[in-house]
């Protein structure tokens, strides 16, 4: 796909609706478009026993999200070290914002470098289906790549297809835990949705799988940037 002008994207999704997966997806087929994770972010943080890692252990064992303020200033200074706060740079942004609160402070800070967000996609999963897929989730923490059991195993049983390294389960990823995050989603979402529907850069796919909902936001992507 030739991009035509910068992509300022971010995905909405529940927890286990596929954001990672499909981000990596987009990826591959955009070269220009790199992503940011919040949670692999936070995750990373957590592995280098970081200051920022010890404050986000604890609400994400917890299922909670971290205060506004201090995701977004963690956004914005990651945005920044990548260089993207100019209105030519193309990104995704997986996991963030979660917030009515934190999508202003992400306006806020893009403006003033002429770089607001020019899509947001709501990847509508059903519920009951996320449910399932939690369970069978396997990650390798380092590289963020994402696996399941059922739907995308590695290639060697709990080995990443890359390193070879272990794979872990997330220690959010037990049902209780996952049902106050599926929870948190679905208490924040509506504010969101609105926010961006007044700016007219909202957009919604809807699916069982990520094989059907991935053609369709790859084709609400190519309709508004090549
Ligand atoms: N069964 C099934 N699992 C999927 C599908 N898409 C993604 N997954 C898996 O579901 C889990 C959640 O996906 P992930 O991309 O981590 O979602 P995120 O939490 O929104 O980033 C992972 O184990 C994925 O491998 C799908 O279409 N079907
Ligand atoms: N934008 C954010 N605001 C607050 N907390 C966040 C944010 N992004 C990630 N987190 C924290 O990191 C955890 C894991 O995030 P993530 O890996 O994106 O989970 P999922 O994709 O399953 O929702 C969240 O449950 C939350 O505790």
Do not use: C
């Amino acid at each position: 796909m030739t991009v035509l002008k910068p992509i300022r994207l971010v995905l909405l999704g529940a927890p286990g609706s596929g954001k990672g997966t499909l981000t990596s997806r987009l990826l591959k087929n955009v070269p220009q478009l790199s992503a940011i994770s919040t949670g692999d972010l936070l995750r990373n943080e957590i592995a280098k026993k970081s200051e920022i890692g010890s404050v986000a252990s604890g609400y994400i064992k917890k299922g909670q999200l971290l205060p506004d303020k201090f995701m977004a200033e963690l956004v914005s200074s990651e945005l920044g070290n990548r260089q993207w706060l100019n209105n030519k740079a193309s990104f995704l942004l997986d996991g963030f914002p979660r917030t009515i609160n934190q999508a202003t402070e992400l306006d806020k800070s893009l403006q003033t470098h002429d770089a607001n967000i020019n899509l947001v996609v709501e990847l509508n999963v059903p519920p009951e289906v996320i449910l399932q897929r939690i369970s069978n989730r396997w990650v390798h923490q380092p590289s963020g790549r994402v696996y399941n059991l059922q739907y995308s195993p590695p290639k060697v049983p709990f080995k990443d297809d890359v390193t070879g390294e272990p794979l872990i389960q997330r220690p959010d990823d037990n049902p209780e835990t996952f049902k106050v995050r599926l929870d948190g989603y679905f208490k924040q979402l509506e504010p969101l949705k609105e926010f961006y529907q007044k700016k007219g850069v909202f957009d919604v796919v809807s699916g069982e799988t990520s094989d059907i909902v991935f053609p369709k936001l790859l084709e609400v992507v190519e309709k508004k940037f090549s």
